[in-house]
């Protein structure tokens, strides 16, 4: 089986950073795109950044410039860097990679259990 494991969340004042990781353990063979998704209360899970296996990204508008989305494929480990920390950037972000297991000859979705974003003063 796979799990993705994050960690990094907490409580940061607006303008603060903080750093997400998210690291994928299990019996893996390949790992093809990993993302960053965050859900507000009360309102829709949204993509926040992804990244290929090869390091291309991409950038949800509200968080352009600020984020910073990469990936250590040594580790099968995915990052998420958060600087110029806003209020509304508060909610709980979850890990999704899409991950080839030893046992498969096809790739699965796998989320992480998420971890809680808290940006307040």
């Known amino acids: 089986q796979v799990q993705l494991v994050e960690s990094g969340g907490g409580l940061v004042q607006p303008g603060g950073s903080l750093r997400l990781s998210c690291v994928a353990n299990?019996?893996?063979?390949?790992?093809?795109?990993m993302r960053w998704y965050r859900q507000a209360p009360g309102k829709q899970r949204d993509l926040v950044a992804s990244?290929?296996?090869?390091?291309?990204?991409n950038y949800a508008d509200s968080v352009k410039g600020r984020f910073t989305i990469s990936r250590d494929n040594a580790k099968n480990t995915v990052y998420l860097q958060m600087n110029s920390l806003k209020s509304e950037d508060t909610a709980v972000y979850y890990c999704?990679?899409?991950?080839?297991?030893?046992?498969?000859?096809?790739?699965?979705?796998?989320w992480g259990q998420g971890t809680q974003v808290t940006v307040s003063s």
């Open positions: 299990g019996s893996i063979f390949s790992i093809n795109h």
């Open positions: 990244i290929t296996s090869d390091a291309s990204t």
């Open positions: 999704n990679a899409l991950i080839k297991m030893y046992i498969r000859s096809y790739f699965q979705n796998f």
